[in-house]
């Protein structure tokens, strides 16, 4: 498992199980785990998700096209990277 803290300050964890997923779906982004928590530590963009403590997180310019975004769902206690992919373009 591996963590990051948003710009909140709440703290967002990486679990194996998610990390499989992302590079299963995504093998563009393996070797990029970095990429993917620095998007949540630092985004250049954040939105609300479409479900109730969702959100996404933008970063542009790292990774493999011109955004990375992140979905991240929040719990009481710390979010969970649920996936991640590459976006040529902001929605």
């Known amino acids: ?3 990051t803290i948003d ?5 967002v964890v990486l679990t194996l199980a998610a990390w499989r997923h ?3 779906r995504h093998e563009e982004l393996a070797g990029l785990r970095a990429v993917i928590l620095a998007a949540v530590a630092d985004p250049d963009r954040r939105i609300a998700g479409r ?5 996404w997180f ?3 310019g790292l990774g ?9 769902h929040f719990g009481e206690a710390e979010g ?3 996936t991640a992919f590459p976006r040529r ?3």
């Open 64 to 72: 493999p096209s011109l955004w990375v975004k992140v979905a991240v």
């Open 80 to 82: 969970r990277i649920v």
């Open 89 to 91: 373009e902001f929605p």
């Open 51 to 55: 479900a109730q403590g969702e959100e």
């Open 1 to 3: 498992m591996w963590e």
């Open 58 to 60: 933008y970063r542009h």
């Open 7 to 11: 710009p909140d300050g709440r703290r």
């Open 22 to 24: 992302i590079v299963e």
